[in-house]
């Protein structure tokens, strides 16, 4: 199982969207996939029609109630594609978790066996560094950064970086940041161009060739429960989505 976590503790850079259509498309493939949805907000649980207020578990019991995956795994309405709902109160298992043994190798802990099951998991995580996202980062071998074309663009990834090397040595020697991916990108807009260069620069050769457009299904599709690929089959979302995917596959 290639398990990769989403993550930038910078708000709104396409996170979500990213971890639902990536999620979809590769499931598209033929690719079984678990998405974890770490955040609080709920946004990638939502995303895929599954309303976490109807659940009688999710990721706030596998964490704090010793709930096993299989108790609070779900199955979403696209087939090869199933979830780990979130719920608002994980937003307080922040805080619970502070006084567990072990606190930030709780969500390893809970999924190991599961690898025989799926060929990808992927862990949408929330805005911030705190115990939730160290977990997720803990729990994976591959982190995905969404930064969106903009001007604040690469503030703050040095402290995500940051992050990232104290967890590498400290609780997980395989953690790797995989690749940069380029959201919401605009080709008219100069401003687009120039921060995709210093992305460049920045990361060197670990950028997606695939830049995710700024495409108006993608914004839709989380307000009908559906992922790009049955919301928008044609738009230039899912080609953009689709085409991560194959990148994804290919690095194998
Ligand atoms: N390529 C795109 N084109 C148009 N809108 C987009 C695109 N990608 C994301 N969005 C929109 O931008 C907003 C932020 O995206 P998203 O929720 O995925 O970001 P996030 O990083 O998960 O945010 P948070 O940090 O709050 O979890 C959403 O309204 C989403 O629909
Ligand atoms: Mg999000």
């Known amino acids: 199982m290639i398990k990769i976590a989403l993550a930038n503790q910078k708000g709104g850079c396409a996170k979500s969207t990213t971890s639902v259509n990536l ?52 199955q979403t ?40 099951k799926y060929d990808y998991l992927l862990i949408d995580c929330p805005p911030s560094l705190g115990l939730l996202t160290i977990n997720a980062l803990n729990a994976v071998d591959r982190i995905i950064i969404p930064i969106q074309a903009e001007f604040f663009a690469l503030e703050g990834s040095g402290k995500l970086l940051q ?35 210093k992305i460049g620069q920045h990361f060197a050769k670990k950028v997606f060739k695939t830049k995710i457009r700024e495409n108006v299904k993608l914004a839709e599709a989380p307000s009908y429960g559906k992922p790009i690929t049955t919301y928008a089959p044609n ?18």
């Open 163 to 197: 992050t990232v090397d104290v967890i590498k040595e400290r609780l997980n020697p395989k953690l790797e940041v995989y690749k940069v991916l380029i959201t919401r990108y605009d080709s008219r807009k100069n401003i687009c161009k120039d921060v995709a260069d």
């Open 77 to 116: 309405a696209t087939k090869n594609l199933h979830v780990i709902p979130s719920h608002i109160d994980l937003s307080a298992a922040e805080i619970e978790l502070v006084t567990h043994i072990g606190r930030e190798s709780v969500l390893r802990d809970q999924l190991k066996g599961l690898g025989k």
């Open 235 to 252: 738009s230039n979302g899912k080609k953009d989505y689709a085409s991560l995917a194959k990148e994804v596959i290919k690095d194998g």
């Open 23 to 74: 999620a979809a498309c590769l499931a598209a493939k033929n690719k079984k996939v678990l998405l974890i949805d770490a955040d609080p907000q709920a946004h990638a649980t939502i995303h895929l029609g599954v309303n976490p207020y109807q659940m009688e578990h999710t990721l706030y019991d596998l964490l704090l109630h010793n709930k096993k995956a299989k108790d609070v795994i779900v």
